[in-house]
């Protein structure tokens, strides 16, 4: 790979992984912050109130840190990837216009209303505020995803005349049926995301002995959305998502799995090193027949492997792509077994109390992050070597005019940027979490971002 | 339509400059007028709830200008890179001056942030002064449609010019005054006090010089760049324009010192209207001028997307634009009037 191309590349990949972070707290902590406003107003009980108010604190940094990390990756379209918006411009434009357009205005004006305007609303009207800011996100995640659905699975455009691709229906862009799994799946693995971080903060409480009235709230909430995302991301979101890539990337599904050989009866690997040269597995643990019965419920059922392709079909990163993809469902697997087992001490009453359940959950708060970046990670290596599948491949979209000095100059001044963010986010977050939900709220209330 | 959307990107970037404006100047005066702790936080709080939704104009008005001329978008934004990437850098670290100061307690850390906030404030505004400046002027445009500039060459004009040149530096000026003065009226708007007054004076005091430089700016443009001229001559309708700037400096310069600061303001945020529309009926047709061979230069027709897309996306506009406007509306109600610092909290 010319080393331009690995400078782009690597620019819009480590910007938009660590934007990434943030945006999918955000939007899994928006949905529960109703439910717990909602408590509030139904049960007219102050305590989920507080809840709520120390949720939208940490909620006002996480956005701030999504906004300005958002910023970049738009401009880069530009930017990094001039001849990629010459190409997909008049399609693409037209999703991320409307993102501006309906959700981001929808989102910062009603965040600034959520945050600061409590004691000017009245209770039902601040309800309905952290509903917008719940809809824009999930509005703002809907586009995103809806333009990279396009890029996965391209629809509704025609070739112009100078070769670039303009858009002819306006609905089959916006009603991909891609976007529409693609979104389900993304969405809930960003409920999981929030879900994990209320449920990994009720702990730390119960296990500090202090704030445990919060902490029993946190548990209940995440606990119960947990289960309910944690089992939605593998049936039907995972596997509807698997089905489309087996039918329309069949090259992407043998790399994802490290299938070298085309066969009946292919079996799902669960463990083992794919090893390109030699084009095997090396020390593998496999289901015999299972990956033909998930991706054709059929148990003899013909699976196309890399060897059916020609090899510049291939996605580049083969290793990279294969473990990315074993991390996400190995994971997603280990987060059903912690929320449903959370869930049912939960019933007998015995969670709260079992201090190793709660070590688990506290500890298991960075392992949803990981699974969502090793999945847009999946989406994105096994889109390779296509920028849009089957039309634009990458290497013709970076930005000819931009040399890879100035490209990697400027990745190294985000790379700068975004470990100082960082650092920045985890100490604000951690002094939120000590300072606890029990605080005046008046006091509290300046004290909140934005 | 392209005319239409040309229009359309021209009214989101007004709106932007005007909205964002004044926050940007609020950050600009805020180490001179703001000499207490609570002063700080009132000026602070007066843009805390709307600053992040003024920005988003810029994102929604580049979304919009992606969609409508992604060919401007593809040649603008490689060509100006290196600037670009610095505007980025510096939304950021005002992003974070401005809310993550209120989290710190620690006096040296909140003088810090201060620090952080103004000086970003600052240099944006000169940014975004340029970068009009740049397109206005023209770039080193290549037959192809991409150029490529260097931050700065000899400051001279030519047919190879750097991001800055005299030019371009004299329109960054240009900006920092003008939203000095903006910023300037917000906070008497929206402060009480020895606050308000001071705000009130820099206002006062940036008046001759904001008139100083829009007459120099108006004579260098017709120097430097005099194709701007050609559609005022074609069109007289345009004269329009130059009447709204002086009468806007003249509501300013009688409003500011009687304390009608909402008067002024609505003067300065004509003030600014005028300027840019100004500058884009100047313009018209050429999106991006080329400083190399006219023939070369982008203009509305050869950088559109395709027919149907720009059909279909007026009608959606249409309805963010509205749904946009509501909330606006909606949100500077809810905070209307002068920010309080006790009892009456967020």
């Known amino acids: 790979m010319d080393s331009a191309l690995l400078m782009h590349r690597l620019h819009f990949a480590f910007t938009v992984t660590f934007h990434y972070l943030f945006p999918q707290l955000t939007m899994g902590l928006a949905p529960l912050m109703v439910v717990l406003k909602t408590m509030a107003l139904r049960r007219n009980d102050e305590t989920y109130n507080k809840a709520a108010r120390f949720w939208a604190r940490i909620f006002g940094i996480n956005f701030v840190i999504g906004v300005v990390t958002g910023i970049p990756l738009e401009f880069q379209f530009g930017t990094n990837w001039s001849h990629f918006s010459r190409f997909a411009g008049g399609v693409i434009g037209q999703t991320l216009a409307m993102e501006g357009m309906f959700a981001f205005f929808l989102e910062s004006a009603f965040l600034g209303l959520f945050l600061y305007g409590e004691k000017r609303l009245s209770p039902r009207a601040h309800w309905w505020s952290a509903v917008a800011v719940f809809l824009g996100s999930w509005l703002s995640g809907y586009f995103i995803v809806a333009t990279d659905a396009w890029m996965q699975y391209p629809v509704g455009y025609a070739r112009a005349a100078d070769g670039s691709v303009q858009l002819s229906s306006f609905w089959a862009l916006v009603l991909n049926r891609w976007a529409w799994w693609q979104y389900a799946h993304n969405m809930s693995g960003a409920a999981i995301t929030g879900a994990f971080a209320m449920v990994s903060i009720g702990a730390f409480y119960l296990l500090w002995g202090k704030y445990a009235e919060y902490g029993r709230i946190f548990i209940k909430t995440g606990v119960m959305a947990g289960c309910i995302f944690s089992l939605l991301q593998l049936f039907p979101t995972g596997d509807r998502q698997g089905r489309l890539i087996a039918r329309y990337q069949p090259v992407t599904l043998a790399a994802m799995e490290a299938l070298f050989t085309s066969g009946p009866g292919a079996p799902l690997v669960i463990i083992g090193q794919p090893n390109v040269e030699e084009r095997k597995i090396d020390n593998p643990i496999l289901v015999p027949k299972m990956l033909s019965f998930l991706t054709y419920q059929r148990w003899e059922a013909d699976v196309r492997g890399l060897d059916a392709f020609p090899q510049e079909l291939w996605p580049q990163n083969i290793s990279l792509l294969y473990y990315s993809y074993h991390i996400m469902v190995g994971l997603g697997t280990i987060f059903i077994a912690i929320m449903v087992i959370s869930l049912f001490l939960l019933w007998c009453g015995k969670l709260f109390n079992a201090r190793w359940m709660l070590w688990i959950l506290m500890l298991s708060l960075p392992f949803p992050y990981i699974a969502n970046t090793a999945g847009w990670m999946t989406a994105e290596l096994g889109r390779q070597p296509w920028l849009v599948y089957g039309l634009f491949r990458t290497a013709d979209g970076y930005s000819k005019t931009v040399s890879p000095g100035n490209a990697m100059f400027t990745l190294l001044g985000f790379m700068g940027m975004y470990t100082v963010l960082g650092i920045l986010f985890l100490f604000l977050v951690r002094r939120e979490i000590e300072n606890g939900p029990d605080l005046d709220s008046a006091v509290h209330g300046q004290v909140t971002s934005r | ?346």
């Open chain 2, 1 to 346: 339509m392209e005319t239409l959307w040309f229009i359309i990107v021209a009214v989101m970037l007004t709106a932007y400059v005007v909205l964002d404006g004044f926050d940007l100047g609020a950050g600009v005066i805020y180490p001179f007028i703001a000499r207490t702790s609570d002063d700080r936080r009132r000026v602070l709080r007066a843009i805390g709830p709307v600053w992040d939704g003024n920005e988003v104009w810029l994102l929604a008005a580049g979304g919009t200008l992606y969609f409508a001329f992604p060919q401007l978008y593809a040649s603008g934004f490689s060509g100006f890179y290196l600037p670009l990437m610095m505007v980025l850098w510096l939304l950021m670290l005002r992003g974070i001056g401005i809310e993550f100061r209120t989290h710190m307690e620690h006096p040296v850390w909140q003088g810090f942030f201060d620090a952080v906030f103004s000086l970003s404030s600052v240099l944006l505004t000169i940014f975004f002064g340029a970068a009009l400046g740049n397109v206005v002027r023209g770039v080193p445009l290549r037959q192809d449609g991409y150029f490529f500039e260097p931050l700065w060459t000899n400051f001279k004009l030519g047919t190879h010019p750097g991001i800055l040149d005299w030019y371009t530096v004299m329109a960054g000026l240009v900006a920092l005054v003008t939203l000095t003065a903006h910023g300037a009226l917000y906070v008497a708007i929206k402060t009480e006090g020895e606050l308000s007054a001071r705000a009130r004076s820099v206002a006062v005091v940036a008046w001759p010089v904001q008139f100083f430089l829009t007459c120099v700016s108006l004579v260098a443009t017709y120097f430097a760049c005099h194709r701007m001229f050609y559609n005022y001559g074609r069109h007289p309708v345009g004269l329009v324009v130059p009447v709204l700037v002086f009468g806007s400096l003249a509501v300013m310069v009688l409003a500011t010192p009687k304390g009608k600061e909402k008067l002024a303001f609505i003067a300065s945020s004509l003030y600014i209207a005028g300027m840019l529309v100004g500058a884009v009926f100047g313009l018209y047709p050429l999106v991006l001028p080329a400083s190399t061979d006219p023939a070369y230069s982008l203009t509305i027709y050869n950088s559109a997307a395709g027919h149907h897309g720009l059909v279909v996306g007026f009608a959606w506009w249409i309805l963010g634009a509205a749904l946009t406007l509501a909330y606006f509306i909606f949100i500077y109600r809810i905070f209307r009037g002068k920010v309080k610092l006790e009892g009456e909290g967020y």
